[in-house]
């Protein structure tokens, strides 16, 4: 398949503009050491603090829950309720990316 998604360019791309991703996506966060902490949007949560998010790698966890990833895209298909390739898309165009992965279907 010649039109696959490029995630180590988005992911690289996402990385590099994260605190505007992160205020975008979790408006309200907060920073707090290295991590972003906020309210988790998947959920009822009621306080922040379970849900954070590394600002520098974007390594994630939501600890009350369990959930977590590593990257950009795996956080957006997580919040988006998305598969990765979905939330690559998603980011790639919030970014101004041209992915080369076009849908077919």
Not at 32 to 37: M, T
Not at 83 to 101: F, H, K, V
Request: hydrophobic share 40%; proline share 5%; net charge positive.
């Amino acid at each position: 398949m010649k039109d696959r998604l490029d995630f180590d360019k988005i992911n690289a791309a996402a990385l590099a503009n994260l605190p505007a991703i992160l205020n975008r996506l979790l408006p309200g966060s907060k920073t707090i050491g290295r991590d972003v902490v906020a309210l988790n949007p998947t959920r009822g949560d009621k306080r922040p603090g379970s849900f954070r998010i590394n600002r520098y790698n974007c390594k994630w966890a939501d600890f009350a829950t369990g959930d977590k990833g590593g990257d950009p895209v795996s956080l957006v298909a997580y919040l988006a309720g998305v598969s990765q390739g979905e939330a690559a898309r998603l980011l790639a165009q919030m970014l101004g990316l041209d992915t080369g992965g076009h849908r077919h279907g």
